[in-house]
């Protein structure tokens, strides 16, 4: 079992900057391809960015390419995600996930931190 706790998440104005953390648990961090994924008020959660176990390659949804940047620190157990020039679009839950390499899916996830974007 990994046990994922996001922190960082609260209430900053239309281009502002945030920056979210994913502390792991429970087994070894670099075993894991981290994500983060969100979901507005009334929307499916959606992909925002992946990261792989080394850090050597990223991923992003197209919403938030050049303006969010994921990375990880292995030897602190914890993912990044920094979230510049943000948009009301990006208000949502924001949540981590790691995801095995024998594995298709996410396997855990964490219980999600609100970031709410005010115009």
């Known amino acids: 079992q990994v046990q994922l706790v996001e922190f960082g998440g609260g209430l900053v104005q239309a281009g502002g900057s945030l920056r979210l953390s994913c502390t792991a648990s429970?087994?070894?961090?670099?075993?894991?391809?981290m994500g983060w994924f969100r979901r507005a008020p009334g929307k499916e959660r959606e992909f925002v960015a992946t990261?792989?176990?080394?850090?050597?390659?990223?991923d992003y949804a197209d919403s938030v390419k050049g303006r969010f940047t994921i990375s990880r620190d292995n030897a602190k157990n914890t993912a990044y995600l920094q979230m510049n020039s943000l948009e009301l679009e990006d208000t949502a839950v924001y949540y981590c996930?790691?995801?095995?390499?024998?594995?298709?899916?996410?396997?855990?996830w964490g219980q999600g931190t609100q970031v709410t974007v005010s115009s």
């Open positions: 996930a790691a995801r095995s390499t024998y594995s298709n899916e996410y396997d855990f």
């Open positions: 429970g087994r070894t961090f670099s075993w894991y391809r």
């Open positions: 990261i792989n176990r080394s850090g050597s390659s990223t």
